[in-house]
T-cell receptor
Framework: DAGVIQSPRHEVTEMGQEVTLRCKPI?????LFWYRQTMMRGLELLIY????????DSGMPEDRFSAKMPNASFSTLKIQPSEPRDSAVYFC????????????FGSGTQLSVL | SQQGEEDPQALSIQEGENATMNCSYK?????LQWYRQNSGRGLVHLIL?????REKHSGRLRVTLDTSKKSSSLLITASRAADTASYFC??????????????FGKGTMLLVSP
């Protein structure tokens, strides 16, 4: 299995631009998580899906952030418009069985907003 | 907010020595998990201990859980240079009126020198 696949690995954009991060979870996993990691705040849960349905989006910072999971094998996290304070590493993770046990993480997207 | 807090923030040891990292948390949990993160990579699940368990082993890893003190420890025996990484504890808990969620601490950075 290829594991959780995220793209792009690096994204550099200018303030105000739209950014779309992509994630392909491990086949058969029915829970998908988006986390953001910064030095100051550590790892923060943004949103998680169970069977493609958003369950808890209380961690999404504001309306500029949106996430979708149109099918079991694909999810996107969109930031529009982007701001410098959005600069971080964004991780996607998936797990089996609808639980928060044993998450498999992707390699992350390093986002820099100038 | 951070549920788990690791201690120490950084640890430097020689190959062959044991490394002990601690995690304290605030609320009741379903389980506690430890993850490793190598520089520039995603997190990798190491071990999970449930709230009704006190100790668990996996290879050179030993995890203890004291629910009365709301604390856990991760022991890596006979450390190797390849163990150099950041180690995170994550607590699976259900806050009042909320959803079950996995919350990460800020991690302990372990450096193992040859």
């Amino acid at each position: 299995d290829a594991g959780v696949i995220q793209s792009p690995r690096h994204e550099v954009t200018e303030m105000g631009q739209e950014v779309t991060l992509r994630c392909k979870p491990i086949s058969g996993h029915n829970s998908l998580f988006w986390y953001r990691q910064t030095m100051m705040r550590g790892l923060e849960l943004l949103i998680y899906f169970n069977n493609n349905v958003p369950i808890d989006d209380s961690g999404m910072p504001e309306d500029r952030f949106s996430a979708k999971m149109p099918n079991a094998s694909f999810s996107t996290l969109k930031i529009q418009p982007s701001e410098p304070r959005d600069s971080a590493v964004y991780f996607c993770a998936s797990s089996f069985g609808g639980t928060h046990e044993k998450l498999f993480f992707g390699s992350g997207t390093q986002l820099s907003v100038l | 907010s951070q549920q788990g807090e690791e201690d120490p923030q950084a640890l430097s040891i020689q190959e062959g020595e044991n490394a002990t990292m601690n995690c304290s948390y605030k609320t009741s949990i379903n389980n506690l998990q430890w993850y490793r993160q190598n520089s520039g990579r995603g997190l990798v699940h190491l071990i999970l201990i449930r709230s009704n368990e006190r100790e668990k082993h996996s290879g050179r890893l030993r995890v203890t859980l004291d629910t009365s003190k709301k604390s856990s420890s991760l022991l890596i025996t006979a450390s190797r240079a390849a163990d150099t990484a950041s180690y995170f504890c994550a607590t699976d808990a259900m806050p009042p009126g909320g959803y079950s969620t996995l919350t990460f601490g800020k991690g302990t950075m372990l450096l193992v020198s040859p």
